[in-house]
């Protein structure tokens, strides 16, 4: 019998002109029967901190004051098997060439996420896919992505991917570990000016998760790889069409 898995999505520093070099999409994905189970671990988790359950945790609050919460969540995700997780890292984007490819920088973004997510779909399963919602074009955003990805399976009444949603981190536990994740990779992948002080407490953080996965963090993993798996996309290695050569 095919499975319903539910795929929770974030994105970070994916504004062109935001100087930051790097950009990063990912996803955790899981059984949807565990969802509340997982759910309610976090939960249990923030209490066992001294933290409200209800507060959203994000990589951008990790301070050392609350350090051991996000030891405690990370390891959480590294000891239940049923979590998994995938990102897409674009080391620097001042590297792409829109206007070279005839594309928009939003035309890229989409490519970008359909590269993202295309790994994790198998045509024997159903999906449900939700993304944080960033602005007032989610819906639309979404709806685009839907398309794509269900044209790219052939599935194009909807049956494996049934929907690509946006919905509020806030207000769904595991969403706030996709941030944290993809925070940490993200942050192991930037370029500090000189002179800037990095956090020691995220640096920490990105060391566990490394002793934790076993990658470097800056470096593809295999494509099998299913509990930890990164992509680092080089813009210099593809087509107009956002594909390798």
Known sequence: MPEIYNVYCD????LEHDGINVMGLGG???????ISEINRRIHDIKIRNGI????EV????????KKQLYIDLINYFFDDDDIH?????????NLLEHERYHQTHNDW????YFEMLRFIYSPKNHYNVYIDIKDSHSNSRSKKLHDVCCNDMYDFSHQIIRKIQPIRSEEVQIMQIVDILLGAVVYANR???????????????IDLI????????NKTTLLREDKFNLFIWRATQWNANGFQN
């Not at 994105?11 to 994916?14: F, M, Q």
């Not at 973004?109 to 970008?112: Q, R, T």
Request: charged share 35%; with cysteine.
């Open 109 to 112: 973004y989409y490519k970008m």
């Open 191 to 205: 370029k500090f000016e000189e002179g800037f002080k990095q956090s020691e407490t995220k640096l920490e953080l």
């Open 11 to 14: 994105e970070s520093c994916h």
């Open 85 to 93: 997780f995938r990102a897409l890292i674009v080391p620097d984007k």
């Open 58 to 65: 994000k990589w951008t609050k990790v301070g050392p004051a």
């Open 28 to 34: 955790v994905w899981c059984v949807k029967n565990k």
């Open 210 to 217: 490394r002793k934790r996965s076993k990658y470097a963090l």
């Open 52 to 55: 409200d359950p209800k507060a």
